[in-house]
């Protein structure tokens, strides 16, 4: 009896991880900085038809991240533009990381900062294979969201690997 009742605090108390928001679902609070310092939310950032939101996990030092926002940018921004969508990148990086990433290479779009991953936590999306000390602490497994205007989500598109990432094809079949 006492072992059914020790077993049963264990359950009771150990903590509930939040899953990873799923289409339909209304899309969790976003307030992270922009290249410029500024402070974005998701409405602050949307297109008329709404958002597709990347997080990744640096672009910095993040071969396949670089390799992603890349292809995006080259193969994808200005067609989701003409759709109506706000394509926007999300990482742990610092905005200036991300300002002299843009810059180099002609990202347009919005790149957002969640130096704290407070975002990234309220999304279930940090990576737990980072613990404290390294250099990826706090980093979001890959994922892109497409976000109706009403806060919606209406894709999820999501790989096993960080190695692997959604091809632009998906992703705009998701932004209709």
Same mark, same amino acid.
């Given at each position: 009896?006492?072992?059914?009742? &020790? ?21 969790? &609070? ?58 926007v ?12 990433? &843009? ?44 976000? &109706? ?9 999501m ?7 959604p ?10």
């Open positions: 009896m006492m072992r059914a009742l &020790a077993m049963a605090a264990l359950v009771i108390s150990a903590p509930v991880m939040a899953a990873i928001p799923d289409v339909g679902q209304r899309a969790p &609070a976003l307030v992270a900085t922009d290249t410029a310092g500024k402070a974005r939310t998701i409405s602050s950032v949307a297109g008329p038809k709404g958002t597709v939101l990347v997080f990744f996990r640096s672009a910095s030092w993040c071969p396949y991240c670089k390799a992603q926002l890349i292809d995006l940018n080259k193969n994808a921004a200005d067609t989701l533009k003409a759709r109506g969508y706000a394509l990148g999300l990482s742990y990086d610092a905005p200036d990381v991300l300002a002299a990433f &843009a810059k180099e290479r002609g990202v347009s779009w919005t790149l957002l900062s969640d130096p704290q991953s407070k975002v990234i936590d309220g999304w279930s999306l940090r990576d737990p294979q980072y613990g404290k000390g390294s250099r990826a602490e706090g980093v979001p497994r890959p994922a892109i969201f497409v976000i &109706a205007p009403d806060g919606t989500i209406r894709a999820r598109l790989e096993e690997s960080y190695k692997d990432r091809q632009v094809e998906a992703v705009l079949a998701a932004a209709p």
